[in-house]
């Protein structure tokens, strides 16, 4: 109890946390998660969030999912997720790299994958690969589709190789502003809608 405590005291900032993307330009707007919330059927999935952060997302979603967890390699953003979430009984969170771990470690059964970790090209092209392998006929729901160049190039590069196939454009419209920042060439959805659910080419389909 008293280390609950003293964390709450140490992050009471980020537990009040901004509602969506307006205020926090590395969550997802309000309109992403209603457009997940639409498109997946109410506690029949398992959700995988690959980048947590601060477990804003987590805590819009999890009464959605059956099971849900967030994996991040920031001490500071778990113990934030886990006091956002601690409530929510069902999200876990764990410290794992993606990037240098071997994703086969995992033993959370995925049917949902959230990527939003790093947004370079080579970790983006990575970071498909990997959940492909792990997990062939997860759904994969990927943040800043269209306000990241490098997220775009990767996923299309992907649905050009054949690797994925586009389900459903969601979140922020193309050419839209997402936070208010004119100066910032991120806050806008240059190159198409903010998110973008996709599953492998090869998945067996129901």
């Known amino acids: 109890m008293i280390e609950i405590f003293n964390e709450i005291q140490n992050t009471w900032q980020d537990i009040v946390l901004p509602v969506d993307k307006r205020t926090d330009c590395w969550t997802v707007s309000q309109q992403f998660r209603d457009h997940v919330k639409q498109f997946f059927p109410k506690k029949q999935y398992n959700l995988l969030e690959v980048g947590c952060y601060k477990g804003l997302t987590a805590k819009h979603l999890a009464d959605h999912f059956t099971q849900y967890l967030g994996l991040d390699v920031n001490d500071r953003y778990l113990r934030v997720a886990r006091l956002n979430n601690i409530f929510n009984s069902h999200v876990k969170f764990q410290k794992f790299d993606v990037y240098t771990s071997d994703w086969n470690e995992l033993t959370f059964t995925a049917?949902?994958?959230?990527?939003?970790?790093?947004?370079?090209?080579?970790?983006?092209?990575?970071?498909?690969d990997n959940c492909l392998k792990r997990f062939n006929n997860a759904l994969i729901i990927f943040d800043d589709y269209g306000a990241w160049e490098s997220v775009f190039r990767a996923v299309n590069e992907a649905i050009d190789d054949g690797k994925l196939e586009v389900v459903k454009e969601i979140g922020v419209e193309k050419g839209q502003q997402l936070w208010p920042d004119q100066n910032n060439p991120y806050s806008y959805t240059h190159f198409g809608s903010e998110g973008l659910i996709c599953r492998s080419s090869r998945a067996m389909v129901n």
């Open 111 to 128: 049917d949902v994958v959230l990527i939003d970790a790093r947004h370079k090209y080579e970790y983006i092209k990575q970071d498909i």
